[in-house]
């Protein structure tokens, strides 16, 4: 059997991982990736001796797929959970503490957002409860409805930091289902405001588990030992320019060559995947024209050690507050096991539809991120070495109706045997969400090719 996987990321990766265990040795599995590596958005280089990640830097540790595809590809040595340093965020010309008691920044409690918000801003947050009971008809969008509920204020100054953090997009460009599924579905199950959604959700979201995790080494770590284990064969610097669905199989239209194959997995950006799918299942590719992405970059420093970074994990930065960036990870605070040499610290820089300081060149972008960082710490200290890491489309947006979307996406290629779709344009952007959705592709590829053989 010969499998074509399209996309050397970590859903890719994943999926060519699962294909080698659902159909054996016997089977030709390759891995097709544009760029001159492999692993996506998973990135570790070397920054001062150090290995740091300028890509993706964590994962959700309380969704079971990253942990248990870590444990189960024989590196849970290497996994390792966030210090105790607190996160904080600059709101309104002052940074505190990243208050708890919030869902993705949507208060259980006025008290949880007090040192956040201004007199009036309380005020508004405090009286959410007492509005009309909130109805949904269908998908909203989740600036809509907390702008219209609790003011613009909560929604400036936290919801859209913590959103930028994720989607590098703000509440007003993203739908309620997609981006906060368990606050929907609590409004669905009665809760008459969003204060008592939110408040019903904490507990949960508070359990005391580790939030985050990662990989000591960084997270290439995973993807050389998916590498490693899927043993694939591996075509870099090879764009998949078109796809064309044969009596038996499909044909992969490369630069000068055609490949045939029994089977095709897409693991690429949702604009990648719309033109590979737009003569083999149209109704599909037209759906995922509706994915907006957002492009940001991470810029990276190491310090000397003795540089006074504040004794926290990081800083969010709302859009209004003056800075280019929208936000620092004091990575050598947060993470134990680079507390040890040089002081590492990430500046994430792009906001969806504001280019802002992105159209600066890399030498530029280094000044700006350090004159935020001067500003927001106090500290001019020298760089030992910098890198800077562009994301060019990097992130899609999970408009209104994006569940929606998915749906008639899945649906269409499901129609198509031998065929099956990945990533994060579908079910979440996160490392965990897109291991989920490379799995259920290839077991759609090994259950297909089993019936055929």
Known sequence: MRVAVVGGGISGLTAAYRLRAGLGDGATITVFESAERLGGKLCTVELAGQAYDVGAEAFLARRPEGRALIEETGLADRLTHPTKARSTIRAGGQQVGMPGGTVMGVPGSVEAVADVLSEDGRRQVAAEPDLPPV?????????????????????DRLVDPLLGGVYAGGADGLGLRATVPALASAIDEGARSLTEAAHGLIPTATSGAPVFGTLVGGLGVLVDRLVELAKPDLRLNTLVRGLTRLPTGFRLDLVGETVDVDAVLLAVPAPAARRLLVDVVPSASAALSEVEVASMAVVALALPGDAAVPDASGVLIGAREGFNAKAFTFSSRKWAHLDDGPLLVRGSVGRFGEPGALKADDDELVRLVRADLA???GVTTEPIDTYVMRWGGGLPQYGVGHLDVVARVEQAVAEVPGLAIAGAALHGVGIPACIGTAGAAASRITSGLGADR
């Open 135 to 155: 109805r949904l008809d269908g998908d909203v969008a989740l600036g809509e409805l907390l702008r219209g509920r609790f003011g613009d204020e909560l929604v």
């Open 375 to 377: 500003e927001l710490t």
